[in-house]
């Protein structure tokens, strides 16, 4: 994939990416798993939530640990679970220094998050920089098709089409770079036709499998966003 030297904008994924919310997450589902002598919820099952519609993922991981009880059961623990612990979520290394050049730059730049309104304000009401973007696209907008969460790269499509919209622009998928952590979120920049800067958790890294057939030429693997090279975007 060539890459355009001049990208027009940045499209970042949410939990685990600029928040450490997977670890809350992680935390979370623990407390669910323990109750029912299941668990600890591992790396090579929780690669595969990441990224998905609410859902989905807490039906994937009812299903992986055989737990005897109905997504509504589960999703009503972890809701309480989570509220009371998103006030603790955090920005990651490098995420506050980047957000704050692209918006000193004027590089216009979208959170595409498969988390709901809800969860999305308890994640972020007490952080600063958020302020700064200029869209912000949740994976409960009624413009996303169901069944259209990520891999599918839906969310990135509407992402642009409200930065193009807000700015009068045409930028194209090839001019935008998308920042993830996940392998579907990795896979739905990909389909999206947008470069992608892929920064995994530090204790996903022996479950990521084969990076340079996910990436296929059309990313990078970063340890963190401090490893960013911006200069190398023409940012």
């Not at 972890?78 to 220094?97: A, R």
């Not at 952080?127 to 949740?138: H, Q, R």
């Not at 992402?159 to 935008?176: A, H, R, V, Y």
Request: glycine share 10%.
């Amino acid at each position: 994939m060539t890459i355009d030297k001049s990208i027009k904008a940045c499209l970042f994924d949410m939990d685990g990416l600029l928040l450490n919310t997977e670890d809350i997450y992680t935390l979370t589902c623990n407390e669910i798993l323990n109750k029912y002598g299941k668990g600890p919820l591992t790396w090579d099952i929780k690669l595969k939530l990441q990224g998905l519609p609410g859902r989905e993922a807490g039906e994937k991981l009812i299903e992986s640990y055989d737990l005897p009880i109905s997504f509504e059961e589960y999703d009503d623990m972890n809701v309480k679970s989570q509220e009371s612990k998103w006030p603790t979520s955090s920005f990651l290394p490098g995420v506050v220094e980047l957000l704050k050049y692209l918006h000193e730059k004027n590089i216009p730049t979208a959170v595409c998050t498969s988390s709901n309104k809800l969860k999305f304000k308890g994640k972020t009401s007490h952080l600063p920089c958020f302020e700064n973007f200029d869209v912000i696209v949740t994976g409960d907008d009624p413009r996303i098709p169901a069944g259209r969460g990520k891999p599918c790269p839906d969310i990135w499509q509407l992402g642009l089409k409200m930065l193009n919209e807000k700015f009068g622009g045409d930028i194209k998928p090839s001019e935008c770079l998308v920042f993830e952590d996940g392998i579907p979120g990795v896979k739905s920049g990909k389909a999206f036709g947008a470069h992608v800067i892929w920064v995994p958790h530090p204790e996903a890294q022996p479950y990521l499998g084969d990076v340079d057939g996910i990436l296929d030429n059309k990313g990078e693997l970063l340890p963190t966003l401090q490893a960013f090279k911006r200069e190398q975007y023409g940012l």
